[in-house]
Nanobody, 125 residues
Framework: VQLQASGGGLVQPGGSLRLSCTAS????????IAWYLQAPGKEREGVSC???????AYADSVKGRFTISRDAVKNAVYLQMNNLQPEDTGAYLC????????????????????WGKGTQVTVSS
């Protein structure tokens, strides 16, 4: 199983990016998919999660700015990030959760099954 995050880049404050999480040999619609931020010198933190039932969770720091969605046909999950700020800088990773739910454990990064390699987001002027 290969899980891949992509779409990162360098953007100015206030800019936007859309990250994608795709998988081979894994049907993402049956899983909860979560996004995490690994910022330099900081602990990994949960950013957003979408459950198999379509339920959604966001970290308080990104509410109103980030939107998570999934495309079952393309077997992908997206994270639309608007109004990016320097504190959003870091590696963004996606991960799967077999139970299909987005709960506190998932947002804290525990109990995940597969992790993809991250994609770097740098917000700087």
């Amino acid at each position: 199983v290969q899980l891949q995050a992509s779409g990162g880049g360098l953007v100015q404050p206030g800019g936007s990016l859309r990250l994608s999480c795709t998988a081979s040999e894994l049907a993402l619609p049956f899983y909860a998919i979560a996004w995490y931020l690994q910022a330099p010198g900081k602990e990994r933190e949960g950013v957003s999660c979408i459950g198999a039932d379509g339920s959604i969770a966001y970290a308080d720091s990104v509410k109103g700015r980030f939107t998570i969605s999934r495309d079952a046909v393309k077997n992908a999950v997206y994270l639309q990030m608007n109004n990016l700020q320097p504190e959003d800088t870091g590696a963004y990773l996606c991960a799967t959760e077999t139970r299909g739910v987005c709960d506190n454990d998932v947002m804290m990064g525990t109990g995940l099954d597969y992790w993809g390699k991250g994609t770097q987001v740098t917000v700087s002027s």
